[in-house]
């Protein structure tokens, strides 16, 4: 059974950093696109960002400069760093590996951590 698991939430100020994990079994990690979304109440869930298997990674405007993502293949997990948080970064935070064998496409979600940033 595949899973998803992060780790790292919780409540910071402004200003302030968090880094997220995110842990997906060994049996796909090293072949999945490892994203990060987010989910504010009452609105929908948006990326964040991605990291390719070649380590290519793609940002959302609003967190660009702020936010990094990165993998450890060899731990099965990967990160993202957020810096300078805003208010308007409090979210539950969702991690996704996106399995693709034989070009069929398997999403993998983890349960979400909640991110707080205080004014």
């Known amino acids: 059974q595949v899973q998803v698991v992060e780790s790292g939430g919780g409540l910071v100020q402004a200003g302030g950093s968090l880094r997220l994990s995110c842990v997906a079994s060994?049996?796909?990690?090293?072949?999945?696109?490892m994203s990060w979304y987010r989910q504010a109440p009452g609105k929908q869930r948006k990326l964040v960002a991605s990291?390719?298997?070649?380590?290519?990674?793609n940002y959302a405007d609003s967190v660009k400069g702020r936010f990094t993502i990165s993998r450890d293949n060899a731990k099965n997990t990967a990160y993202l760093q957020m810096n300078s948080l805003k208010p308007e970064d409090t979210a539950v935070y969702y991690c996704?590996?996106?399995?693709?064998?034989?070009?069929?496409?398997?999403?993998?979600w983890g349960q979400g951590t909640q991110v707080t940033v205080s004014s």
């Open positions: 060994e049996s796909i990690f090293s072949q999945s696109v």
């Open positions: 996704k590996a996106e399995y693709t064998p034989l070009n069929r496409q398997h999403d993998y």
């Open positions: 990291i390719r298997r070649s380590g290519s990674t």
